[in-house]
């Protein structure tokens, strides 16, 4: 079993849509929790950082942390072409090694 | 965040030979890693380049194969030695933040074709 699981899709929503994003883990010592954006041909962007359980706002993104389920997600509110990319969760012991573990990364589409 | 170039974006290499990227950051940082993403997959660390001493590697990753330099604070080298076709990826920089130390930022990466 991964440490991170992350579905693939590829998914495909159209424009103005809600769109969520997952991922589960296994190890309860995680407590940074991130989110990056990758563009095709382009190298990993920081989308949402956050610590331990709780979520994040920021501007159309939202991020959830539940440690009691070992689950995260990644809101996207009013979905726009230039959403479509491959989103990668990320998360963190915080030791001292600075190791992220990444999950296998979702492709969104959203079409016009 | 630090800016960080890579160098080159991309190169196509013939079987057997070696090639050398460069990862530039525009400050000094604590930590630098190296990743590499295969086709259609996520982020698999190779190894954190460390200041001054031989860098750290991942299982299934070895010196030979993958010798890695980090001279100073701004700069490492990853070197892709006697490359294969299985070579072929998307190889990636990555530094730690100087105020959040979870939290890595990347380059652009380097797109290797090996024919």
């Known amino acids: 079993q991964k440490e991170v699981e992350q579905d693939p899709g590829p998914l495909s929503v159209p424009e103005g849509a809600i769109v969520s994003l997952n991922c589960t883990y296994s190890?309860?010592?995680?407590?940074?929790f991130m989110w990056y954006r990758q563009y095709s041909r382009k190298g990993p962007e920081l989308l949402m950082y956050?610590?331990?359980?709780g979520n994040k706002e920021d501007g159309r993104f939202t991020a959830q942390v539940d440690k009691s389920s070992k689950y995260i997600s990644l809101f996207i509110r009013d979905s726009q072409p230039s959403d479509s990319a491959t989103y990668l969760c990320?998360?963190?012991?915080?030791?001292?090694?600075?190791?992220?573990?990444f999950g296998q990364g979702t492709t969104l589409q959203v079409k016009p | 965040s630090a800016v960080i170039s890579q160098k080159p974006s991309r190169d196509i290499c013939q079987r057997g030979t070696s090639l050398t990227i460069q990862c530039q950051v525009d400050?000094?940082?604590?930590?630098m890693f190296w990743y590499r993403q295969q086709p259609g997959q996520s982020l698999t660390l190779i190894a954190t380049?460390?200041?001054?001493?031989?860098?750290?590697?991942e299982s299934g990753f070895v010196i030979d194969k993958f010798p890695i330099s980090r001279p100073n604070l701004t700069f490492s080298t990853l070197t892709v030695s006697n490359m294969s076709p299985e070579d072929s990826s998307i190889y990636l920089c990555?530094?730690?933040?100087?105020?959040?130390?979870?939290?890595?930022?990347f380059g652009a990466g380097t797109r290797l074709s090996v024919l």
């Open positions: 990555s530094v730690v933040g100087i105020v959040a130390k979870n939290i890595q930022y």
């Open positions: 190890n309860s010592a995680f407590q940074y």
């Open positions: 956050t610590y331990s359980s």
């Open positions: 990320a998360m963190s012991a915080g030791s001292n090694t600075g190791k992220l573990i």
């Open positions: 400050s000094q940082v604590t930590m």
């Open positions: 380049a460390n200041q001054g001493s031989e860098a750290t590697y």
